[in-house]
């Protein structure tokens, strides 16, 4: 493990069948005027490749907190997150945007699009900040502007867009890199209930053609429906984590 | 990508985008026009100075100090042979003075009498009109600002009372033979030109001089020389560049302001729009942004400030300054004691080093405030970018 922990963020994932990403006797403490409140408390996961997870619990359990320390936007407390073989507490600033960058999607419940740029340009953003050279990028811009079916939308902006197409083309964005991860935060809690099962779908089909690992963070029942993996969260602890049969219908 | 991003950024922000940019580029162009006007003067003042006063330098007597016109009785002395050697082949002038009294109209108004020689070619000065007979009197020669004052013309006699070496009284008509038209002040104002000769006769100090002016670019100065001190083109023309740096003080004042304002705006615009896009921030980092790139980014998008205003400064400003260059600018007459030679018509001067050099100071000054606030950046959590807060 120390030496798993020691690798950089860039280098290659580990083995197929390993695990993606281990958390262990994981704790987050936030100062909050004079003491610490505890918001994770003792987290031991272990998510597999390919899993299309949802971290599920009421507001204020711990999701999006867990969510963000898996994506090395922030650090664990105490004990560890290890995310593609690198213990997330030993990156640094540059370290951490390098594994984001490389091996990491995020789907925000805000779609969080950039306005100034076109629907294309944004899902073709991560690519420019990878440095890929122009031609595999724009195959690769348009071939995920396709997976979302947004193909006529690419030289539209965002503020001409809908909520459901917004999170599409944040999808698109997510996935143009095929990262071996996507981390989604309540992405369908401003979608009605046809966008929500679509964007659902889309990710579906993007998890078992590319094997991409999926993570949610929600509490929305249409989005649970979906998942093979439930953990549930209460007060920063895991309180049940059970394999599902997931719901396809509409 | 980042120029695309910080140019479609500014542009969004629209009117505010275009304030800055707009009082910025008038800092610029003023900074330029100001200097160049400025540099203009400078050159004008000195090159007449040198022309008519300073030549290749001068030589004072021991005592001469033109600030104190009562010494003037005592400052003269007959030149060492060294110096009067470059009189006689033509390389130096004599110049000798005296505090005097006339009376145009009755009215007493002290002036000083220099006198030269007519034939001198030394300095720019219409000497050889003193080389007149004027029975009864002397010829004198008077510059246009004094002629404007004492409302002498060509032809009147005036009264003027003067001491000889000995203390003694005496007096004489001065026949005004000549009004030269001049911008030197120092040639004109409170003075009359009249024929050495006849200076040193009046004031019994035969061969004698105040100072005298070496011939425009002279190379081999006397050295050693007893009694007489040598003032080289820089020391003559000092007075005129710290008058110069005086009355730059105050423009640079106003064009100080104004480029502080731009500044102040544009440091504005970026504290605001750090916080108004911190979310934005946040998802770049979530994107795999490093913070490093997030600041520059930021930066370079209100250095884009800079550039905007120097295009656009560009755009009206050189049409206005190639005018001014070919048209000059029209001074007004000026006629109390400013102390050097205004134009008539001004041309300014803008080299390429002042342009270059306003360039340089726009853009670095842009640079630094639109740097400072994004250094915020650095500090802000990506967790608490995305969530809209403030750290
Ligand atoms: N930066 C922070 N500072 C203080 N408290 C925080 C911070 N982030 C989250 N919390 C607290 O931690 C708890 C869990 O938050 P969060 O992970 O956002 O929950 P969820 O996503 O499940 O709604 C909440 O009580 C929240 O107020
Ligand atoms: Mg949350």
Known sequence: ???????????????????????????????????LFTALNGINLLI????????????????????????????????????????????????SARLRNHHIGF?????????VYTVYENVEFPLLLLGMEADRRRRAVTQALEWVGLTDRAQQRPAQLSGGESQRVAVARAMVKKPEIVLADEPTANLDAENS????????????????TFIFATHDEKVIRYLRRRITLRDGRVVEDREMEPDYTT | MIVKLAFRNLMGAGLRTWLNVIVLSLAFVMIIWVKGMLEGM????????????????????????????????????????????????????????????????????????????????????????????????????IGNMMAHQTKLEIGDYVTARWRDVHGTFDATDIRIVQIMRTTQPTIDQGQIWVPLARLQEMMRAPGEASYLVLAKGA?????????????????????????????????????????????????????????????EIGTFMALGMERGKVIRLFTFEGALHGIFALLVGAIYGIPVLAWTLRRGLSMPEITDNIGFAIPETLYPSYGGQLVIGTTILVFITVTIVSFLPATKIAKLKPTDALRGKQS
Request: charged share 20%; hydrophobic share 40%; no cysteine.
């Open chain 2, 42 to 141: 400078n050159n004008y003042a000195r090159t007449a100075k040198i022309d008519s006063e300073v030549g290749g330098g001068q030589f004072w007597h021991r005592s001469y100090d033109p600030y104190d016109m009562l010494t003037y009785e005592e400052s003269h002395g007959v030149p060492p042979p060294a110096l009067s050697r470059l009189v006689e082949r033509g390389e130096a002038a004599a110049v000798l003075l005296t505090p005097a009294s006339i009376y145009p109209d009755g009215r007493l108004q002290s002036v000083v009498l220099k006198g030269i020689d007519p034939g001198q070619k030394i300095v720019n000065l219409p000497a050889s009109f003193l080389a007149v007979e004027t029975p009864g009197a002397i010829p004198g020669m």
């Open chain 1, 1 to 35: 493990m120390g030496n798993q922990a020691d690798r950089s963020a860039g280098e290659a994932a580990p083995a197929k069948n390993g695990a993606l990403i281990t958390t262990s006797g994981l704790v987050k403490q936030f100062p909050t005027g004079g003491y």
């Open chain 1, 48 to 95: 597999d490749r390919g899993e299309f997870t949802g971290l599920v619990g009421p507001s204020g359990s711990g999701k999006t907190t867990l969510l963000n320390i898996i994506g090395a936007l922030d650090y664990p407390s105490s004990g560890s997150a290890v995310v593609l073989g690198s213990d997330t507490k030993h990156l640094n600033h540059k370290q």
């Open chain 1, 107 to 115: 789907i925000f419940q805000t779609y969080n699009l950039l306005p």
């Open chain 1, 197 to 212: 099962h679509n964007i659902l779908r889309m990710m579906v089909e993007l998890n078992t053609e590319l094997e991409t």
């Open chain 2, 219 to 279: 190379e081999t100065i006397p050295e050693g020389i007893e009694g007489w001190i040598h003032r080289n083109p820089e020391y003559l023309l000092q007075e005129i560049s710290d008058m110069i740096q005086m009355k730059s003080v105050s423009m640079n004042i106003i064009y100080s302001l104004l480029l502080l304002l731009g500044l102040l705006a544009i440091f504005d615009t970026q504290v605001l729009s750090i916080w108004r896009r911190r979310k």
